[in-house]
């Protein structure tokens, strides 16, 4: 063909004149380039399938940049192992406007007619972007960070390339327990996908370490270098000192250098920064990393010790210098290994499948090797697997050190491997240079006396003067604080980690309920003697009890005479009581039952046988408390305020038997009802057995000679009364005398 096409172009050149030669040959070496240039792309599509990947990344940014390099020579490997000639379409965007994003997108699958889309970088973009793959059944291979749970249903062609960094939280969390801060302060970028995916993790991440965030500042991405001032002079005058830093790179380099300015990287200062900024430490120039000297950061583990990783790292240094020469490092990060593992997933689905769109889908979520470069390559859930291990760094000098390494199962580690050994606190990783060059851990907090103090409740009306005693001085218009719960809480509040500053404030109701209830809106806390109570659970939290709960155990005393304890406690005539009352109770139940019961039946000798609530403070006041407690403080403020009691005398055991005099009514209770039950089952027997007439006659006499008997006696009685009442009786002689 191109042999012919040269022939035909002679021919002409010979016919025509001098003037039109040249035109001639530059048409003729114009085809030639178009055959040349076709050759290629006919053998590729002969000798392999076809694919078209479609990326989105910011050009203008250090992870862009990187990934743009990473995907360009995945698609040569990719050539040279599969023999698959695939095309790779590149649209920029812009982080700080996601529509881009969205336009970029709607361009690559109109236009370009991609077959699957791997980026872009941030959740705002990737959102936008999402909707138009799904419309149109496009696989998308996210590269953001976060990738919510609830993702999968709403975009079945969303897939998360990029390892989840989630976990990272706890390892924050892990250094500050490692030197016992309490207190954090969080700067972060105000965009939505790095506060929804960021907060939550920390602040449970810390609670269970017992700590807390003390504050949020959110910082714009466009922040003026006056408003980073602003906000830096502002957490000057806080009490914290521990600054958790989640921003951008870009940004982060800003505040860094404005806290520098500030003095803000100096002594006591502690600076934690996440995997979005420490994963590019690496690229930072020298300049710029002079205002990060003492910052730790926990980074995304990448292992580099492979060969695989090796050539791959040669030829990206090479291309990146090549394509970037602004940049002072070449070295690739992990966002550049994310997107090469991108690229080879989309790949190797191309190669199985033969149709697009849905199977494509399902080859990539089939998509299970362990050869990437950032480690297993799989998808559970629409997205791979999160990352598990990161390494802890310091900054210092030009670059920084790599202080040792933290797992989500065994905590801090100098090294990985089966040999290495782990511990929950990383005091045994190498030595931190902490902002200002002192070795010695800063203690996170300052003292500062323009916060605003803790109200303490204090009754003032208490009954024990022990506890709390209140003296107001009218002199000198103030009033005084003593007793032992007032000292002990000062005690306290010197052990605690860092610096808390109160203010007592008398309470003049006599009502420990209402002060309780006062803890929220009046007062931060309440100190005294405040019984713990459950009622009182529904306004606050209590701190650990100073002083025994008044809870007992009753016991019994142990006898000397174990053998016949168990007849110690009646006395005999007790004892016999009780023997004739059991015998009468079964002598009835058995005369009244053993007609209807056979079994009953038989000689008788056979038959006789149951602070407010939530407050952060709780825990450190418990801890502070217990540290009084164990060093002595506590016995002795005890025996200062607390006159000691005489201890209880033993005495010998004295076992006090019980007589039948208080159980009288329960005999007479017992017997009664077991007469009564006899007497009604003698008169029912009685009209069924004409023998016993004579029993009941009997027994009429002997009723009825009770009642004349009863009767006199009532007689006798009346009389005697009467006797008593009446006047006395005078002779006919007496009166005549008188």
Not at 202 to 207: E, G, I, P
Not at 210 to 221: K, N, R, T
Not at 636 to 643: C, D, G
Request: glycine share 6%; aromatic share 10%.
């Amino acid at each position: 063909m191109s042999a012919y096409i040269g022939m035909k172009a002679l021919v002409l050149v010979g016919n025509h004149s001098a003037a039109n030669e040249m035109a001639a040959v530059h048409f003729v070496l114009s085809l030639l380039a178009v055959v040349l240039l076709l050759k290629p792309i006919a053998a590729g599509r002969s000798s392999g399938s076809h694919g078209v990947i479609g990326a989105i990344v910011d050009r203008s940014s250090r992870i862009g940049k990187e990934e743009i390099v990473a995907m360009e020579i995945a698609r040569e490997d990719v050539y040279r192992h599969f023999n698959q000639n695939l095309t790779l379409v590149v649209k920029d965007a812009d982080q700080r406007n996601p529509i881009r994003a969205a336009l970029a997108g709607l361009d690559l699958i109109n236009t370009q007619q991609v077959e699957a889309i791997v980026g872009p970088q941030t959740w705002e973009e990737v959102s936008l972007v999402a909707d138009i793959c799904t419309d149109k059944q496009i696989p998308i291979l996210s590269l953001a960070d976060t990738t919510p749970e609830w993702t999968a249903e709403k975009w079945p062609f969303l897939l998360g390339a990029s390892h989840d960094n989630s976990a990272q939280m706890k390892a924050i969390a892990g250094i500050v327990q490692s030197w016992n801060w309490h207190q954090v302060t969080v700067i972060h970028e105000e965009v939505g996908s790095w506060t929804n995916g960021f907060m939550p993790h920390l602040h449970d991440s810390l609670r269970e370490v017992g700590a807390e965030i003390s504050q949020f500042v959110g910082l714009s991405p466009f922040a003026s270098s006056d408003s980073l001032s602003r906000e830096l002079e502002n957490l000057e005058k806080e009490q914290c000192r521990v600054f958790v830093v989640h921003l951008s790179l870009p940004l982060a380099v800003r505040l860094f250098e404005m806290a520098k300015k500030l003095k803000m990287m100096e002594k006591d200062y502690v600076w934690i920064t996440t995997h979005h900024i420490t994963s590019l430490v690496h690229s930072i120039n020298a300049s710029t990393i002079s205002s990060m000297q003492g910052v730790v950061g926990v980074k995304s583990y990448l292992s580099e010790t492979g060969q695989r990783f090796q050539d791959f790292s040669s030829r990206f240094r090479k291309r990146f210098r090549r394509e970037n020469s602004e940049e002072e490092n070449n070295e690739p990060g992990i966002y550049a290994v994310q997107a090469y593992d991108a690229i080879w997933t989309i790949a190797r689905a191309f190669k199985g499948s033969k149709r697009r769109n849905q199977e494509l889908l399902e080859r990539v979520l089939q998509t299970d090797f362990d050869q990437g470069l950032s480690g297993e390559v799989q998808f559970n859930n629409h997205k791979v697997a999160p990352t598990q291990i990161f390494q802890i760094i310091n900054v210092v000098g030009k670059s920084y050190r790599e202080l040792g390494f933290w797992s989500s199962e065994l905590g801090f580690s100098e090294t990985i491997g089966k040999n290495a050994t782990h511990s929950s606190l990383m005091n045994d990783l190498e030595q931190v240079l902490w902002p200002g060059g002192p070795k010695y851990t800063p203690r996170g907090w300052t003292e500062v006396t323009r916060l605003k103090p803790l109200l303490v409740g204090v009754p003032a009306k208490s009954g024990y003067r022990e506890y709390v005693k209140v003296e107001y001085n009218q002199s000198r218009n103030s009033t005084s604080f003593d007793g032992l719960a007032i000292q002990l809480f000062e005690e306290t509040v010197r052990s605690l980690p860092f610096y808390l500053r109160y203010e007592f404030v008398p309470f003049n109701d006599i009502s420990y309920d209402k002060l309780v209830g006062e803890i929220g809106e009046n007062f931060d806390a309440v100190v005294g003697d405040v019984a713990i109570v459950a009622d009182r659970y529904k306004h606050a939290e209590f701190s650990h009890p100073f002083t025994e709960t008044g809870l007992m155990l009753i016991v019994p005393a142990r006898s000397s005479n174990k053998a016949w304890s168990f007849i110690k406690p009646f006395t005999k005539p007790m004892w016999a009581s009780i023997t004739v009352i059991t015998i009468y109770n079964g002598f009835v139940v058995w005369l009244i039952e053993r007609p209807a019961h056979p079994e009953l039946r038989g000689s008788m000798l056979h038959q006789i046988g149951a602070f407010p609530r939530g407050s952060p403070l709780l825990a450190s006041i418990n801890e502070a408390l217990l540290k009084v407690s164990e060093n002595g403080t506590l016995v002795q403020l005890e025996n200062k305020f607390i006159r000691q009691d005489k201890q209880c005398q033993d005495k010998d055991d004295e076992i006090h038997s019980l007589s039948p005099n208080g159980f009288r009514a329960l005999f007479i209770i017992t017997g009664g009802t077991s007469t009564i039950a006899l007497i009604i089952y003698i008169f029912c027997i009685a009209n069924s057995f004409s023998g016993l007439t004579m029993i009941r006659g009997l027994m009429f006499s002997v009723i009825k000679h009770w009642c004349y008997q009863s009767k006199r006696f009532r007689r006798r009685v009346s009389n005697v009364e009467s006797l008593e009442n009446s006047p006395p009786h005078h002779s006919p002689n007496q009166l005549s005398q008188v």
